[in-house]
């Protein structure tokens, strides 16, 4: 062994000696970081539907290294609600519930805004809640049995969703395939047919939604087991659009003549509301590969995604809804 070499080596080994016997570590305090930017902040809320009354979540944000065994609900605040700039007072507190409620039921065009003020900030959102976009027909087929790529058998269900966009406008949707978990078969309520691999992948609305994501993986578009997407109407606007969607399904579920039940919802939903669902996506692709919380038209941990809350986090989302129900028999 040459000398430079075994020098190296002798520093190398007694490098890692010392490091074993002085325990080479750092600690670092976490506190240093609870006076950084966002620890005062309030978490709000709330997605309205002209089918319910207005409700609005408020709890506390908490630091990431502290106990958190249950919400922390904020119930002692003023927040105020407005419609179409005409002031509708403000929201009571149900404590069984805790939330803040209003009997008002907002309509399709209305502009709703909530504000409020908190730890000596003035905290507010705006939204406009859509039109209602009516589903024009469904169609579906089922296909023989036949075997997966990863060796199941399985029988395709194939919708073609059909509805009209709106012209000249920037449309948002959330489209949603539902299994019931139980149906009605000659007046009894039976165990429905679960659902199954969903494949979002042959609609342009959905290859649009994935260059919208950006860099992040998005197999799950081809064949995941989470039933709804959010999509814009970019490259659609104004046209009437087949939205066409596949589920795979066991075959040990299917024999023949089994009535089974599927429903079909079209959301149309506010922009802020789905610049939020994608921030969703990327973040939950971007982690672990399946998007998870938001799939079913949900609220998600504000951790990391858009908010249109002023001086605080969360989303006011505004949404309507078209539905169909699918009653089929299995050939």
Not at 165 to 186: E, G, I, K, W
Not at 229 to 252: A, K, M, N, R
Not at 275 to 286: F, G, K, T
Request: glycine share 6%; aromatic share 12%.
């Amino acid at each position: 062994m040459n000398s430079p070499y075994r020098h190296n080596l002798i520093f190398l080994v007694l490098t890692l000696l010392m490091c074993t016997v002085t325990s080479c570590y750092k600690d670092i305090d976490l506190d240093e970081y609870r006076n950084a930017a966002g620890h005062d902040l309030l978490t709000l809320n709330s997605l309205l539907t002209p089918d319910s009354v207005i409700m609005v979540s408020a709890k506390e944000t908490f630091f990431y290294s502290d106990i958190h065994n249950a919400p922390a609900f904020v119930k002692d605040l003023d927040i105020r609600l407005s419609i179409n700039g005409e002031s509708k007072g403000s929201l009571t507190y149900d404590h069984k519930k805790n939330l803040y409620l209003s009997n008002i039921k907002p309509q399709e065009g209305d502009i709703i805004e909530i504000s409020t003020q908190y730890k000596g900030k003035e905290v507010s959102a705006k939204d406009i809640m859509p039109r209602q976009i009516a589903i024009d027909d469904v169609e579906m087929k089922i296909s023989e049995p036949h075997y997966t790529s990863w060796g199941m058998e399985v029988r395709t269900f194939t919708y073609r969703i059909k509805f009209k966009d709106t012209p000249n406008s920037t449309d948002h949707y959330f489209l949603n395939c539902v299994a019931p978990q139980f149906t009605l078969v000659d007046g009894e309520r039976v165990p429905n047919v679960t659902w199954g691999q969903y494949n979002f992948s042959h609609n342009l609305v959905f290859q649009k939604l994935e260059q919208q994501l950006g860099d992040v993986p998005t197999d799950w578009i081809e064949g995941n087991f989470y039933s709804g997407l959010p999509f814009s109407d970019d490259g659609i606007d104004g046209q009437e659009h087949t939205l066409v969607i596949e589920e795979d399904v066991d075959c040990w579920q299917l024999y023949q003549g089994r009535k089974f039940e599927r429903e079909i919802r079209l959301y149309q939903i506010s922009e802020p509301y789905f610049e939020y669902l994608l921030s969703c996506l990327r973040y939950d692709a971007s982690s672990d590969g399946d998007p998870s919380g938001m799939i079913n038209l949900g609220l998600a941990d504000p951790m990391r995604v858009y908010t249109n809350i002023g001086n605080g986090v969360g989303i006011l989302g505004t949404y309507t809804l078209s539905r169909r129900i699918l009653h089929n028999t299995i050939p």
